[in-house]
């Protein structure tokens, strides 16, 4: 499954989320903050609209003052690539980007081991969605997704 893509996601205090993947013994990590918009929603219909249409995704992940973006890009056939750019802040000034991460798998397991890694942030809301977010956990996005993978 996407060359044993792991993805999780961890709280880090109120309005605090970390997301990690790690393949093949590498390993990253962004922390990102519900402010000033919820990237937690925007990547799950992002991944949904990726996966159902093909289409790219980009997700900004909003530190301070650095942003991360998770992209996800269409390759050819079913494959598709996964990566994480580092902007300075959020001018998205091309010139001024670092990738930190990139890894080409088939698009299916790369979803797959975000919807995963989301049921499981998903429990954690249910238990504490207040300490951890200020929006409610996007459910609907979610379980589109696991009907879409189901398929």
């Not at 949904?48 to 998770?70: A, I, M, R, S």
């Not at 091309?94 to 975000?114: C, G, H, Y």
């Not at 969605?129 to 398929?151: K, Y």
Request: charged share 25%.
């Amino acid at each position: 499954m996407g060359q044993g893509l792991k993805v999780a996601f961890s709280c880090r205090g109120q309005g605090w989320l970390e997301l990690s993947f790690e393949v093949q013994g590498r390993h990253v990590s962004s922390t990102f903050s519900d402010v000033p918009f919820d990237s937690l929603r925007h990547l799950a219909e992002s991944l949904l609209g990726f996966y159902e249409n093909g289409l790219p995704g980009t997700t900004q992940l909003n530190g301070e003052p650095e942003v991360d973006e998770l992209r996800l890009e269409p390759g050819p056939g079913l494959q598709a690539a996964l990566r994480l750019v580092r902007l300075p802040d959020r001018t998205r000034m091309q010139d001024t980007e670092a990738e930190r991460f990139r890894m080409e798998a088939p698009a299916r397991d790369i979803v797959l081991s975000f919807w995963r890694a989301l049921r499981r942030l998903e429990g954690e809301f249910a238990a504490n969605g207040t300490t951890i977010w200020r929006f409610e956990f996007p459910h609907r996005a979610v379980s589109r997704l696991g009907d879409a993978l189901r398929q």
